[in-house]
């Protein structure tokens, strides 16, 4: 099958070389590239920190592997969204890292639990409490400061990556991407089918994807396109990439 792409690099790289591995034709589409806009002189220091939470591997960028900054805050519980965070979280030097249920809801919702049954964790003796700490991109849901808030934990945030939109020219779109259409459109968070939507609305495609169907990564990403599309929308069984991929072979 022809497979579009939207994943940024260099997670959609790695997707593309998988899809060629199953014997599919990757089109790649990237609609963000990631720009880090902190350093870690803008974390703050490891005594106030309870626990680190990072919903993204991109926010990883911020340690040099083995650097003296996450040996700093080696011991630091470090809540991953899911598998391939919680991987780039041990390849920085991270040695207690906790996996998430895949999705921004469910991590906060783990955190929160374990915050509840570990409170040792969030006492500081010589000074303020601590505070669990989100690595935070921009744009963003507040799905994880409204848990927080909601369960009265105490949370900081560090924005440490921003997604800038990528531009492409009508006719790029027209030769490219939809000629021939593609057979699937991978989508890998909410942002994502945002901005595909608006992208092929905008300049007037839509009609070209009246046969392509949606492979996203969770329901709520699913509920950010256009109704009419959400007839073809298939979700992946669980929020991870091998079971998004799985979803392909399941219609081969």
């Not at 519980?77 to 919680?86: E, L, M, R």
């Not at 949606?214 to 079971?243: M, Y």
Request: with cysteine; aromatic share 6%.
């Amino acid at each position: 099958m022809r497979v579009l792409v939207t994943r940024p690099d260099p997670g959609g790289s790695r997707t593309a070389e998988k899809l060629v591995a199953l014997g599919h034709d990757p089109v790649r589409m990237p609609l963000f590239e990631t720009r880090l806009i902190a350093t870690p002189d803008d974390l703050p220091p490891a005594v106030s920190i309870s626990g680190l939470i990072a919903t993204s591997a991109r926010a990883l960028a911020l340690f040099e592997p083995g650097g003296q900054t996450a040996n700093r805050l080696r011991d630091v519980p470090f809540h991953a969204v899911g598998p391939a965070t919680a991987a780039a979280a041990r390849k920085a030097g991270f040695g207690d890292v906790r996996e998430g249920g895949g999705t921004a809801e469910a991590l906060a919702r783990s955190v929160i639990a374990q915050h509840r049954v570990e409170p040792a964790s969030g006492r500081n003796p010589d000074g303020p409490p601590k505070a669990l700490l989100y690595l935070a991109g921009k744009p963003r849901t507040a799905t994880i400061e409204d848990a927080f808030f909601a369960a009265g934990c105490p949370l900081l945030v560090l924005p440490c990556y921003e997604m800038t939109e990528i531009s492409y020219p009508t006719d790029f779109i027209k030769s490219d991407i939809v000629s021939p259409a593609p057979d699937l459109v991978l989508l890998y968070s909410a942002n994502a089918a945002r901005r595909f939507a608006k992208l092929f609305t905008a300049k007037g495609l839509g009609k070209a994807l009246d046969s392509v169907r949606f492979v996203c990564l969770s329901t709520e990403i699913a509920t950010q396109l256009p109704i009419g599309w959400r007839r073809r929308v298939i979700t992946a069984k669980r929020p991870d990439e091998d079971s998004l991929l799985a979803s392909l072979t399941a219609l081969g």
